[in-house]
């Protein structure tokens, strides 16, 4: 799998899980961080949502991390530039901006720190002790955004 292709789909009963999940965002309900972000569709132009996990950095910096790799929400953030992060009732305007590959070591080191017990299996076998250079070296497969 290339990594400027890779994509993990969902199998098994995740698309089961991944409905539920996507309404507890709707209700208001954040699980350590977890928003529903919203983009335009690049096509239809119509609002897709799908549940995200928010990271905060120590600076205050907020990413939005595709773990696995390549999603629709990810084409579709690359082309809008823009989104939306739903909580409930609260939906809050948002502009993206690609991180590069090499500056995404520190990120999905976080990421892994925060969330490696709900994606961990998305990564491979890297984890938050993984080497800069074994994190670097998966990073083209796993989009990073910075957000503002």
Avoid at 2 to 24: H, K, Q
Avoid at 27 to 49: D, F, H, Q, Y
Avoid at 72 to 89: D, F, I, K, S
Wanted: glycine residues 10%; hydrophobic residues 45%.
């Amino acid at each position: 799998m290339d990594a400027n292709t890779r994509y993990i789909g969902p199998t098994g009963l995740d698309p089961i899980m991944n409905r539920v999940f996507n309404w507890l965002p709707r209700l208001g309900i954040s699980i350590a961080g977890s928003r529903l972000l919203a983009v335009r569709g690049r096509k239809s132009g119509e609002w897709r949502t799908t549940m995200v996990n928010l990271l905060v950095d120590e600076t205050g910096a907020r990413y939005l991390v595709a773990p696995r790799g390549h999603t629709q929400w990810v084409r579709n953030l690359r082309v809008a530039g823009t989104g939306e992060l739903r909580l409930g009732r609260k939906a809050e305007a948002f502009t993206a901006a690609e991180v590069a590959d090499a500056d995404k070591t520190p990120v999905l080191r976080l990421y892994l720190e925060k969330w490696g017990w709900e994606v961990g299996r998305f990564f491979e076998g890297v984890t938050k002790n993984s080497t800069d250079d074994e994190l670097a070296a998966i990073a083209p497969g796993f989009p990073v955004f910075r957000i503002a």
